[in-house]
């Protein structure tokens, strides 16, 4: 019998995402994205910074020596308030930033992302760094606003890209 994954699920209304009401800690992500739970987010504003290292010692490791995340991540219509830290990490799920605006800089350098993975109308304030990044899937960063620096050195599509 299969176990049934968990899933950290915080749905708010557009009206209170815009008046700033609803915020959880970046903490309770990382604590969720630690325990292996998948994460569904949508009109909620993430105050502080993703970063995985600080959960690191709870997360699996493959013989990339790279973090393994095994959960769906679908942060959709909000705001990270923070960077995001993730490098030399393995997304083995599908990753889902649709709309949502990243305030701080996001650091993917040398992260694999198996799955599905969509960014797009999604908008980067600080810089952003998908150097020796690996997207075996469909990755979409349609629509997609960079208003600092991106990197993409190196990065590897082996599936269809869309940038439009």
Known sequence: MEEERKTFERIGTEEDFKKGL???PADEVLDAIAKGWGIC?????????LDITGVANQLDQGDDHKWSIKGDIVICDGEIRGNVESSYT?????????NTTFSGYADFRFA????FVDFSSATFSGDVDFSDVTFSSFADFSSATFSSSVYFINAA????????
């Open 22 to 24: 609803n915020k959880v």
């Open 90 to 98: 393995t997304f083995s799920g599908v990753m889902r930033f649709i």
């Open 112 to 115: 694999t992302f198996s799955g």
């Open 157 to 164: 599509f082996s599936g269809p890209a869309y940038f439009r």
């Open 41 to 49: 987010i949508r009109y909620y504003i993430i105050e502080g910074c």
